[in-house]
């Protein structure tokens, strides 16, 4: 995938990582625009090509109490702000062959969530919208077994596909990521490392999912050093209040110290 078929995406000739970073959800206009905010301006300041990630409404839920969103058009016209806002792209999460249409008309990458990537409808649904399209790599599934996942969209004549490791299951409530299938994947696409979901820790007895963002840095470096060509990461000003995946998210104020971190890691690794 060439990241310049991406509108108003910038700093692509500074061979550094990308980053699709972002809340887990759209839980208003405010919120979302503060972050995207903070993070193009970090963007800006360290030369990373920069996507705004925001879900417009959430279907995967362990409780049906869970929030889901504040309504599906209005979350697109938000995405769609900071787009014309701050000049960035943006991606979000669909879940159906209706949402592929609807969200296309909104935002520049459409994403398909780990535990649909072998729905070859709505893969297809979303690779003929033209749009790019971000495979999230099955936590059931082998690195080898993205290639046809990949490949699923490429026979659509649409060559705007990457895909995203989120790490894999380790027994009941835990995830672990194995490094070896970076390269693997990367042999099919261009690869993300979806650090924060990496980090998840699923299926808790209170239906809330739990996290380890204390290995935030750590999983992040890794995957830079390991050549990943962009990491995924949400972050919030306010995790512990945020209305999705709080327990795994990164903290807005340590987003810089981070990304300082992760380019002087690449700008050695370039060297070799």
Request: net charge negative.
């Amino acid at each position: 995938m060439n990241l310049n078929n991406l509108p108003q995406i910038k700093h692509t000739d500074s061979g550094n990582f990308f980053i699709l970073a972002g809340p887990c959800a759209i839980e208003g206009e405010e919120m979302a625009m503060r972050i995207a905010e903070h993070l193009s301006k970090i963007s800006d300041q360290y030369q990373i090509p920069f996507v705004f990630k925001g879900s417009f409404k959430k279907a995967n839920r362990s409780r049906i109490d869970s929030f889901t969103g504040i309504g599906d058009e209005k979350a697109l016209k938000i995405l769609r702000k900071v787009s014309e806002t701050f000049h960035v792209p943006t991606v979000t999460d669909i879940h159906t062959n209706e949402d592929a249409i609807k969200a296309a008309e909104y935002v520049d990458v459409l994403q398909i969530p780990a535990f649909l990537v072998r729905q070859t409808d709505l893969v297809v649904a979303a690779a003929e919208t033209g749009k790019t399209v971000n495979l999230k790599k099955g936590q059931f599934m082998s690195p080898e077994s993205m290639k046809h996942a990949t490949q699923k969209v490429l026979d659509c004549h649409n060559e705007n596909v990457m895909v995203t490791d989120r790490g894999s299951m380790f027994g009941y409530q835990d995830l672990i990521v194995d490094f070896r299938g970076i390269p693997t994947m990367k042999q099919f696409a261009t690869t993300v490392l979806d650090v924060t979901h990496s980090l998840q820790q699923p299926n808790q007895m209170s239906g809330v999912t739990g996290g380890r963002p204390d290995m935030i840095e750590t999983i992040a470096k890794a995957g830079i050093a390991v050549g990943v060509d962009g990491i995924f990461i949400e972050t919030h000003f306010d995790p512990a209040n945020a209305k999705s995946d709080g327990a795994n998210m990164l903290h807005l104020d340590y987003f810089e110290g981070l990304m300082q971190k992760l380019t002087l890691i690449r700008k050695t690794i370039n060297q070799f």
